[in-house]
């Protein structure tokens, strides 16, 4: 009786797989004309070159995924800041006068939006405190106004209507009988020793700052002895020192 083949044998009658990739070598090199150890150097070549180029993708798309951005804080609010300032919300903090900074308070009054103290870096025009102050209204006399003249610390600028007499650099609008809202006038000249808040305040160039500034000096060193001592307050500068010379005494 024959017998079948085991499957020992069997296995043994296939080519093993190292077997078939030498085969496959041979093949490849007969055809192309090389060794098969040529071959086989060949394809180790392309699996680095293949592994290099797989590392460098990783790294690539490791650089490519995008850092979490930080959390950012809260926003405080004008409120939330007013509140931890135990500054009452919807009010300002009156801004800071201008003595020995960059910039200067006027008192803005007239024929203007939004008559009040504005504050503007030094140097700056009547056209500026002006603009500040919302703009001159339509019922404005600005013919009577020098738009282009540098603003003074402390000063007022008034915006006069068409009829009211103009007012002097820096100062109010003259008051008497002949001006519309006019309660009198002040005497003129001014002694810088006896004169109050409201007669300061009177003459051009000086406005309410400026006013008490020189009744505070008044306090600190006494009496004036002369006109020029005034330019000792801080504030009056030449131009304003000279229109006062005329307008004050001592």
Do not use: C, Y
């Not at 093949?27 to 150097?41: F, I, N, Q, S, Y």
């Not at 504050?119 to 600005?142: E, F, Y």
């Amino acid at each position: 009786m024959a017998h079948e083949p085991t499957s020992s044998s069997a296995r043994r009658g296939r080519p093993t797989p190292r077997r078939r990739t030498a085969d496959a070598l041979d093949e490849v090199a007969a055809r192309v004309g090389v060794t098969p150890r040529a071959v086989l150097g060949a394809l180790l070549v392309v699996l680095v070159v293949l592994a290099v180029l797989g590392v460098r993708a990783v790294r690539a798309t490791a650089r490519s995924v995008p850092e979490p951005i930080p959390a950012i804080g809260p926003l405080v609010t004008a409120t939330g800041a007013a509140a931890a300032s135990g500054t009452p919300s919807g009010v300002t903090s009156p801004a800071p006068t201008a003595t020995g900074s960059s910039r200067v308070a006027v008192h803005v009054v007239g024929q203007v939006r939004r008559p009040g103290v504005v504050t503007l870096p030094a140097g700056a025009r009547v056209q500026q405190a002006l603009a500040a102050a919302g703009g001159a209204l339509s019922t404005a006399d600005l013919a009577k106004v020098n738009l282009a003249r540098p603003l003074v610390d402390g000063e007022q600028v008034v915006v006069p209507r068409p009829g009211e007499a103009a007012a002097p650099a820096g100062g109010p609008l003259p008051s008497g009988p002949g001006v519309p809202g006019g309660a009198g006038t002040v005497g003129i000249p001014i002694d810088l020793n006896t004169a109050g808040l409201v007669e300061l305040d009177s003459l051009p160039g000086v406005g309410p700052v400026l006013a008490q500034r020189i009744v505070d000096w008044r306090a600190q060193n006494g009496r004036f002895t002369s006109v020029e001592e005034l330019g000792e307050v801080s504030g009056i500068g030449d131009a304003v020192l000279g229109a006062l010379r005329a307008l004050v005494r001592v």
